[in-house]
């Protein structure tokens, strides 16, 4: 079964850093493009970071450009989101998803994990 | 930066034809993906590249795209139907994003 696993999120302070992990399974994890989307409390769809196949080439949306970082490791199957200087703003369910290889859609999304920003 | 707008709310009784429009500049030369979303659960692609549905997704659900408005419809509406829906297109120029428009709740009357 393909599937994405994100785990990582929790309550931190402002100011503060974490790291999001997305576990993938069920397919070849390395042939696939890969982002992280957010959803805020109530809120639509926000989509925050794209990386290639390989890791060479990165987008970040301007809301998180130079706080948030996304990486993989292909051997380990998994994507990553470092983010630094969290403030209140990103308190979300952020999803990891496959960009899809006919589009460039959405075809594959975890479940997502909720992170709190708050004193 | 590229901006999509869709109508907040859209209602349809059931058995009927409930279509949800995505605004924007030229929206037609680009490829449009709709997604739904079910209360506490992740989005589902319903359909991509303006008219495709992926495996699994029902018939009923059909897009197309032109000018400066791509459309999402769902025939013969099931209460099942009640969602979010988004949506989507990749951004080539300048910054290279991804842009989600603002979403559009369906109610099954």
């Known amino acids: 079964e393909v599937q994405l696993v994100e785990s990582g999120g929790r309550s931190v302070p402002p100011g503060e850093t974490l790291l999001l992990s997305c576990a993938a399974s069920g397919f070849t994890f390395s042939s696939y493009e890969m982002n992280w989307v957010r959803q805020a409390p109530g809120k639509g769809l926000e989509w925050l970071s794209f990386?290639?196949?390989?890791?060479?080439?990165?987008y970040h949306a301007d809301s998180v450009k130079g706080r948030f970082t996304i990486f993989r490791d292909n051997a380990k199957n998994s994507l990553f989101l470092q983010m630094n200087s969290l403030s209140a703003e990103d308190t979300a369910i952020y999803y990891c998803?496959?960009?899809?290889?006919?589009?460039?859609?959405?075809?594959?999304w975890g479940q997502g994990t909720m992170v709190t920003v708050s004193s | 930066s590229y901006v999509l707008t869709q109508p907040p709310s859209v209602s349809v009784a059931p058995g009927q034809t409930a279509r949800i429009s995505c605004g924007g500049d030229?929206?037609?030369?680009?490829?449009v993906h709709w997604y739904q979303q079910k209360p506490s659960q992740a989005p589902v692609l319903v359909v991509y590249?303006?008219?495709d549905r992926p495996s699994g997704i029902p018939e009923r659900f059909s897009g197309s795209n032109s000018g400066n408005t791509a459309t999402l419809t769902i025939s013969r509406v099931e209460t099942g139907d009640e969602a979010d829906y988004y949506c989507?297109?990749?951004?080539?120029?300048?910054?290279?994003?991804?842009?989600f428009g603002p979403g559009t709740k369906v109610t099954v009357l």
């Open positions: 590249a303006d008219r």
């Open positions: 989507q297109v990749w951004d080539r120029g300048g910054d290279h994003v991804y842009v």
């Open positions: 030229s929206i037609g030369s680009k490829s």
């Open positions: 998803a496959r960009t899809s290889a006919e589009a460039y859609a959405f075809d594959v």
């Open positions: 990386i290639s196949v390989t890791g060479n080439t990165i």
